[in-house]
């Protein structure tokens, strides 16, 4: 057995474990998610900007910055989407600028708080797949580097 076929072994490996975890993950999530509470929360900022991509593409980013107290602690929420995090593609319009003191609502786990977002969004299982998927490919070329 030559070392490309070791490294492809050992990079199939490490793609079946990463599509593993991030499905563990959803499913981690998903399970807290009847459990989460809504409160209000107070914006320090909340903001929208676009960058533009390696590709040419355009990509939004909302950076989020709002405080709220659980348990009479106070935390802050640093995501706009609970699975989706806080980067928007296709880009559509972005989110209007909301003033600093303003009232919004959050989502958080009360058994861990610091699990906060502004929006509960679908979970995507499309990194978990791309990973199955470029792991078989690797195991394939390494089956066929054996013949």
Request: positive net charge; charged residues 20%; glycine residues 6%.
């Amino acid at each position: 057995m030559g070392f490309a076929q070791i490294m492809l072994i050992v990079v199939a490996a490490l793609s079946f474990i990463a599509a593993a975890a991030t499905v563990i993950d959803i499913r981690r999530t998903t399970a807290r998610m009847p459990h989460m509470v809504l409160t209000t929360a107070r914006v320090r900022k909340l903001t929208s900007r676009k960058a533009n991509t390696r590709t040419g593409g355009v990509v939004a980013y909302t950076d989020v910055d709002v405080v709220f107290t659980a348990n009479g602690k106070e935390y802050t929420c640093s995501t706009l989407r609970l699975f989706g995090g806080n980067k928007h593609q296709p880009v559509r319009d972005p989110l209007p600028e909301m003033p600093a003191g303003k009232e919004v609502g959050v989502y958080y786990d009360p058994a861990k708080p610091k699990r906060s977002a502004l929006m509960i969004d679908k979970p995507s299982s499309f990194v978990a797949a791309g990973a199955a998927v470029f792991g078989t490919f690797c195991a394939v070329m390494a089956a066929t580097q054996f013949n």
